[in-house]
């Protein structure tokens, strides 16, 4: 009798143990054994939403438009910020001192003489060429207004034509102008227009812009 109470109280103590051992050591799912059933389902990856890849399309094909976008305004640039040669460096020069050279012709044209100070710068001029300082150099005309003189010069030659320059530069009252430009012309002829601006005018300035 007392061996049968000992079986059954110790079987209970056993039962009590294992509930205890339980509750505090709960099952994890991936310690329970996968059943033939679960091995034979096949994972199944999350679908993405449609509106997400939809999205996800437009944002690319915005941002390859950008950059189809940022190369052009690249290749834009570049091109606005190249070097120019030589040949259009001068031809850009001739262009504007020829339209200071029109606007020169055109102001003389309109004005009117300022008296004793024409008189004198013409009278000087002439007196100039007639001392014959460039061989091949003939005084065809000279007029002074309020603002300057201009000078019309025939030549022999080239030579003497690309000479003179120098040879007014050094002779008064070329030497203490404003400013001389020249204008050379070759027809018939070589000739030179002279254009002597008077200390203090205003000398026009070009209008052509530089690209």
């Given at each position: 009798?007392?061996?049968?109470?000992?079986?059954?109280?110790?079987?209970?103590?056993?039962?009590?143990?294992?509930?205890?051992?339980?509750?505090?050591?709960?099952?994890?799912?991936d310690?329970?054994?996968?059943?033939?059933?679960?091995?034979?389902?096949p994972?199944?990856?999350?679908?993405?939403?449609?509106?997400?890849?939809?999205?996800?399309?437009?944002?690319?094909?915005e941002?390859?438009?950008?950059?189809?976008?940022?190369?052009?305004?690249?290749?834009?640039?570049?091109?606005?910020?190249?070097?120019?040669?030589?040949a259009?460096?001068?031809?850009?020069?001739?262009?504007?001192?020829?339209?200071?050279q029109?606007?020169?012709?055109?102001?003389?044209?309109?004005?009117?003489?300022?008296?004793?100070?024409?008189?004198?710068?013409?009278?000087?001029?002439?007196?100039?060429?007639?001392?014959?300082?460039?061989?091949?150099?003939?005084?065809?005309?000279?007029?002074?207004?309020t603002?300057?003189?201009?000078?019309?010069?025939?030549?022999?030659?080239?030579?003497?034509?690309?000479?003179?320059?120098?040879?007014?530069?050094?002779?008064?009252?070329f030497?203490?102008?404003?400013?001389?430009?020249?204008?050379?012309?070759?027809?018939?002829?070589?000739?030179?227009?002279?254009?002597?601006?008077?200390?203090?005018?205003?000398?026009?300035?070009?209008?052509?812009?530089?690209?």
């Amino acid at each position: 009798m007392k061996r049968a109470l000992y079986a059954g109280g110790f079987t209970a103590i056993v039962v009590v143990a294992l509930v205890v051992f339980a509750r505090r050591h709960p099952a994890r799912a991936d310690d329970v054994p996968a059943t033939h059933a679960d091995r034979q389902q096949p994972e199944r990856e999350p679908e993405r939403p449609r509106a997400l890849e939809a999205e996800v399309t437009q944002l690319r094909g915005e941002l390859g438009a950008l950059r189809l976008a940022v190369a052009a305004t690249a290749a834009e640039g570049s091109a606005a910020h190249k070097p120019k040669t030589a040949a259009e460096i001068a031809a850009e020069d001739e262009r504007k001192m020829a339209e200071v050279q029109d606007a020169l012709a055109s102001r003389m044209a309109r004005e009117s003489k300022d008296g004793a100070w024409s008189e004198k710068m013409e009278g000087d001029i002439t007196r100039l060429f007639d001392r014959k300082p460039l061989p091949g150099a003939t005084l065809r005309s000279v007029t002074c207004k309020t603002s300057g003189c201009q000078v019309d010069v025939e030549h022999a030659d080239t030579t003497s034509q690309r000479g003179l320059a120098f040879a007014m530069g050094m002779e008064e009252p070329f030497l203490s102008a404003g400013a001389v430009y020249y204008r050379y012309a070759d027809v018939p002829q070589p000739s030179t227009t002279v254009y002597l601006i008077r200390q203090g005018a205003t000398i026009p300035k070009p209008t052509t812009v530089s690209n």
